[in-house]
T-cell receptor, first 112, second 112 residues
Framework: AQSVTQLDSQVPVFEEAPVELRCNYS??????LFWYVQYPNQGLQLLLK??????LVESINGFEAEFNKSQTSFHLRKPSVHISDTAEYFC??????????FGQGTRLTINP | DTEVTQTPKHLVMGMTNKKSLKCEQH?????MYWYKQKAKKPPELMFV???????INESVPSRFSPECPNSSLLNLHLHALQPEDSALYLC???????????FGPGTRLTVT
């Protein structure tokens, strides 16, 4: 089974609409969880992380993710998206002490 | 400051050439990483350096040779590459292996 699963390869939404990008993880990875964003022709930027503590984590640009242990999920949400949010989003988790494993990515496309 | 820099930004090389990719960080991080990313795919781990020692080699062909001259620098030496090695090569660093990773902008490599 895949360690980190992103359930949607593409998510098209209209500007100012809410969005949820789904991520599930397996028992083979730790519960140190991350979301990265990759804009076209750029590297990955850390969007937010869950290491411990509050299960709801927020980023500075309006995204939030909730760690749900019972559902083994770490879904990313934003209540109102902007054109500039168009990007590829990767969910990731540690597998073992050193290796970061990524989901297959979700391409978020914002339509005007 | 969470900046990782990579040079060059773009590189075109023939199959008989020797070239090097460079990565630098000044955050005092003691773990550094090389990833390879093909189009529309997540990054794939190649090498991990921890405290300037190679700790993980993900069975990467010997035509890729990493080097960590000091705690701030990471090089990837390339020799006799194949066209299928064309990809975006990403460098990342983290405080130690169990902390979040920060990525550079990448080097877009084309092998002709």
């Amino acid at each position: 089974a895949q360690s980190v699963t992103q359930l949607d390869s593409q998510v098209p939404v209209f500007e100012e609409a809410p969005v949820e990008l789904r991520c599930n993880y397996s028992s083979s990875v730790s519960v140190y969880l991350f979301w990265y964003v990759q804009y076209p022709n750029q590297g990955l930027q850390l969007l937010l992380k869950y290491l411990s503590g509050s299960t709801l984590v927020e980023s500075i640009n309006g995204f939030e993710a909730e760690f749900n242990k019972s559902q083994t999920s770490f879904h990313l949400r934003k209540p109102s998206v902007h054109i500039s949010d168009t990007a590829e989003y990767f969910c990731a988790a540690f597998q073992g002490a050193q290796k970061l494993v990524f989901g297959q990515g979700t391409r978020l496309t914002i339509n005007p | 400051d969470t900046e990782v820099t990579q040079t060059p930004k773009h590189l075109v090389m023939g199959m008989t050439n020797k070239k090097s990719l460079k990565c630098e960080q000044h955050m005092g991080h003691r773990a550094m990483y090389w990833y390879k990313q093909k189009a529309k795919k997540p990054p794939e781990l190649m090498f991990v350096y921890s405290y300037e020692k190679l700790s993980i080699n993900e069975s990467v062909p010997s035509r890729f040779s990493p080097e960590c001259p000091n705690s701030s620098l990471l090089n990837l030496h390339l020799h006799a590459l194949q066209p299928e090695d064309s990809a975006l090569y990403l460098c990342a660093s983290s405080r130690t292996e169990t902390y979040e990773q920060y990525f550079g902008p990448g080097t877009r490599l084309t092998v002709t």
